[in-house]
């Protein structure tokens, strides 16, 4: 482990970050369900999450995604390296912006709760005061990761993920494991981003220079709002779906449907650790072949793990639900089947390149044709295929997305799609998952 945390990279480092966090809430919800929690108290923990997710995703990705690659190489602070202890102003500039954008939030849920109603919920839906307390400390914590990052730190990354990450996993199952109700778990996880803030805090006073750049935060909310708004529409996919569930179905098929959907992130985590480590490589233009020929070999590396992953998973979805999970959640299997194949869109970086070399508009526009297509599928499929189609509908809309961001940055940046994806391994993994899909539909195949 300490071999690890001396050598591991920053692509490396955000990738086992986000796994981490993956893994703890599969925990959780696995300990969930064999305890015997009804499927309305999971539902209620599963909706709280999923509000507050809801509610940031968006705004904290796009001002992340401006951040790092404005790090060294901005019109306010110039294009230059960080020398080692030298304070940066930029730091301390994004974290006012994540800030503000969650007191604004925050306040816009109490401004609204007594309006607001889910799954038969009114006024505090599911305990919207918890809720709103997890996002407002939740969402400025997630800076701490990357300023490990653009510190060359990684290694404490790591560090950061062992101890946070158990403690969440300590503060959700514990209260329930000792009898108490839910809503103790999530109060738990509220002091846990209450602590992550702490550390952040301890990040800001040794690596920020502590200056306000009005010119700075201009600079990054110009390059931020386009990628907020991408973020929203493409990124919304998830929610989505999520919300046109919850108009067919009450909180039980809510709950089946998160725990069919919970392996999507699995990939998705990977693929934008890889993406936003490199953002940070576009800042030199005379080394854009070579950013490009590392996403190109980053890529296929993950390739070469997560196809034979997601091909055995494809196999042995079923009877994996039914050891893992109760009985109760077995359909849950049908959705996440599907969503494995999103694997096919997701390893794909179209979008790294558009947002390096800033052309965040196009990549604005192809967001919000994506959204439109899940939106036009998932309400088609949801009437033919159920809970499924909606899984069917999102795989569809990322996958056209993707085809257009390389048809634009081929004909419009002239940057061909063998320089940053590996062609043969894509099209040889795709096929194969293709081919075990269709057999265990037609039951040719049966596990």
């Known amino acids: 482990m300490f ?52 509610a940031s995703f968006f705004w904290v990705t796009g001002l992340v995604q401006a951040f790092l690659p404005l790090y060294k190489n901005s019109k306010t602070f110039g294009n230059k390296e960080k020398t080692p202890g030298e304070k940066s102003p930029e730091i301390f500039n994004i974290y006012i912006l994540l800030i503000f954008f969650s007191l604004v939030v925050a306040g816009i849920g109490l401004a609204i709760q007594g309006n607001f109603s889910v799954f038969g919920y009114r006024g505090n839906v599911p305990l919207l005061n918890i809720t709103l307390w997890y996002l407002l400390l939740s969402s400025p914590a997630n800076l701490v990761e990357y300023i490990y990052m653009v510190q060359n730190k990684s290694g404490n990354t790591l560090s950061y993920a062992y101890i946070t990450y158990s403690l969440q996993l300590v503060a ?31 990040l800001i006073y040794n690596y920020a220079e502590m200056k306000i750049s009005i010119p700075y935060i201009k600079e990054i909310l110009i390059f931020a709002v386009p990628l907020i708004v991408s973020t929203l529409v493409s990124g919304s996919s998830q929610y989505i779906d999520g919300l046109v569930i919850s108009t067919h179905y009450e909180a039980d098929g809510f709950a089946i449907f998160r725990y069919g959907a919970k392996e999507l992130p699995f990939v998705v985590m990977l693929a934008a650790g890889l993406s936003s480590a490199m953002l940070t490589e576009f800042n030199n233009k005379l080394q854009i072949k070579e950013t490009l020929a590392n996403i190109k070999k980053k890529s296929l590396r993950i390739m070469h793990s997560m196809y034979p992953f997601t091909i055995v998973m494809l196999l042995f979805a079923k009877p994996i639900f039914k ?18 194949l999103a694997i096919v869109s997701r390893l794909l ?50 996958l056209l997305s993707k085809a257009i961001m390389i048809a634009y940055n081929y004909y419009k940046l002239g940057i061909h799609p063998s320089e940053y994806i590996p062609l043969k391994w894509y099209t040889f993994y795709s096929f194969m998952l ?11 195949i049966v596990i």
């Open 3 to 54: 071999g690890l945390r001396k050598n591991i990279n920053s692509t490396a480092g955000l990738q086992i970050f986000n796994i981490l966090r993956f893994v703890v809430f599969l925990i959780i919800s696995i300990v969930f369900t064999k305890i015997g929690l009804s499927k309305e108290e999971i539902g209620v923990f599963e909706v709280a999450i999923f509000m507050a997710s809801v």
């Open 172 to 202: 959700a199952l514990l209260p329930v494991l000792l009898g108490y109700n839910v809503i103790w778990s999530l109060r738990g996880l509220v002091i846990v981003a209450a602590i992550r803030n702490i550390w952040l805090l301890s």
């Open 323 to 340: 050891a893992v999970f109760s009985p109760e959640f077995t359909r849950s299997s049908d959705v996440f089947v599907v969503y494995l």
């Open 349 to 398: 970086f179209p979008h790294t390149l558009l947002i390096g070399l800033k052309k965040v508009k196009p990549l604005m526009i192809i967001s919000i044709i994506e959204v439109l297509l899940n939106v036009f599928f998932s309400v088609w499929f949801v009437k033919i295929y159920g809970i499924v189609g909606v899984a069917l509908a999102t795989v569809l809309a990322y």
């Open 434 to 444: 293709g081919l075990v899909f269709v057999l265990l539909d037609r039951g040719i």
